[in-house]
């Protein structure tokens, strides 16, 4: 019994720390170029994120318009849940 509740322990650490993590890895700046696209490519950064500029976030909903229209209810949610 104490072995199943030492794994369900650690599983649990394991995922509250991926949880949090995951939203540390963003991507800034440029740390090289694709040669084969002829494309920047982005730096990996540790770091909180930031909100997208509003000139990008309208390129995003030409660009991916049912991605955009998802990311924008899932705030929704999210910040309703908050207040």
Do not use: Y
Not at 14 to 37: K, P
Request: hydrophobic content about 40%; some cysteine.
């Amino acid at each position: 019994m104490q072995l199943k509740s030492s794994i369900f322990s650690a599983l649990c650490f394991l995922l509250l720390t991926s949880l949090t993590g995951a939203s540390r890895c963003v991507m800034r700046g440029h740390c090289g170029l694709d040669e084969d696209l002829d494309k920047d490519i982005p730096c990996k950064v540790n770091a909180a994120p930031k909100p997208l500029p509003r000139s990008d976030w309208s390129l995003f909903r030409e660009v991916c318009p049912d991605l955009a229209e998802t990311v924008k209810q899932v705030r929704r949610r999210t910040f309703a849940v908050q207040d």
